[in-house]
Nanobody, 123 residues
């Protein structure tokens, strides 16, 4: 089992950059695929990006070219670098982990979740 703690969310202005961090517990962190999801007020939680245990990254269309996911297995950390932030990026951002073979954007395929970190982008 893995426990996840997100950090780095804050209030920023449109056009700014922000790096979110996800700290994982457990000695077997390297076997997990890790993803970022977000949930805006009143909306469904949606996929942002994931990085496989082999460090292959996949992004939602809106994140391509602006967001970068990375991981440091030695530190049990996953990061989400977000550039050119827009007010529409305002949401609670969640880190999730799974060992499922065929990854999907369905949140039900991700059994481990952090508590989230709030990102607010002002216009």
């Amino acid at each position: 089992q893995v426990q996840l703690v997100e950090s780095g969310g804050e209030l920023v202005q449109a056009g700014d950059s922000l790096r979110l961090s996800c700290a994982a517990s457990g000695r077997t962190f390297s076997v997990y695929h890790v993803g970022w999801f977000r949930q805006a007020l009143g909306k469904e939680r949606e996929f942002v990006a994931w990085i496989t245990r082999d460090s292959e990254a996949t992004y939602a269309d809106y994140a391509k070219g602006r967001f970068t996911i990375s991981r440091d297995n030695a530190k049990n950390m996953v990061y989400l670098q977000m550039n050119s932030l827009e007010p529409e990026d305002t949401a609670a951002y969640y880190c999730a982990a799974t060992t499922i073979v065929f990854l999907s954007t369905n949140r039900r395929d991700w059994p481990y979740w952090g508590q989230g970190t709030q990102v607010t982008v002002s216009s």
